[in-house]
């Protein structure tokens, strides 16, 4: 359990897709102009990013290496039609307003990141939590992105205004700059983040 944890919590902080790892930037940019947006995006990876990573683990031992990569398009493809079917069905609002970003997650690079580096080499039950916890990351992202640009950008939080009537809305936070310029201050502050505890685990001896 302990071991199964460690692989969760490392998408977290440690080796947070967007603010670490840089990855799948384009959706931070283009989605977070809300809370809501950016956590159905987050949602959406993350299922299709634990279920795809749980595919490809099961099917590694049957699958020829010179054609792994096509395979694991087509089964993230796959998944990811499921998600856009169930929005439309049942939110077709939020599906349109997430517009082509929830088509473009068959090539997120964090989902074909994961299923490479680790689904591939690893049991199906570590495979999930893995992309799991690496959904979780992303999302934790993207809320975040998404809170602070909905504030500064709107006033509101989740539709609902919680700055003085006076607030004049930031409009380059809701803008692709102001969210870079935000994305930038973020890592800045997760790179602080991730030194704090490489030194704290240092100090007790654990294996970073």
């Known amino acids: 359990m302990k071991g199964l944890w460690k692989i969760f919590s490392k998408g977290l902080v440690v080796e947070n897709p967007i603010f ?10 283009a989605v977070t102009t809300s809370v809501v947006n950016a956590l159905a995006m987050g949602l959406s990876v993350t299922f299709v990013i634990s279920m795809n990573n749980l595919v490809v683990s099961i099917v590694r031992n ?32 939020l599906y349109k307003s997430l517009g082509i970003y929830l088509s473009l997650i068959v090539v997120f690079a964090i989902i074909l990141a994961r299923a490479e580096v680790f689904a591939s080499k690893n049991k ?6 893995d992309g ?4 979780c990351g992303f999302t934790l992202a993207m809320l975040i992105i998404g809170a602070i640009r909905e504030v500064l950008g709107n006033g509101t939080l989740l539709g609902y205004r919680v700055m003085w009537s006076s607030y004049q809305p930031a409009l380059i936070m809701i803008l692709a700059p102001g969210a870079f310029i935000l994305i930038g ?9 991730n030194n704090y505890i490489e030194r704290v685990k240092t100090k007790r001896g654990e294996t970073v």
Request: hydrophobic share 60%.
């Open 185 to 193: 201050y973020l890592v800045a502050g997760f790179k602080i983040l």
């Open 62 to 93: 049957f699958v020829n290496p010179k054609v792994r990569v096509p395979i694991y398009i087509t089964s993230i493809a796959t998944i990811v039609t499921v998600v856009e079917l169930l929005l439309q069905a049942f939110s077709p609002l």
């Open 124 to 129: 199906p039950l570590p495979s999930f939590v």
């Open 20 to 29: 670490v790892l840089a990855l799948s930037l384009c959706p931070a940019l």
């Open 132 to 135: 799991f916890g690496m959904g």
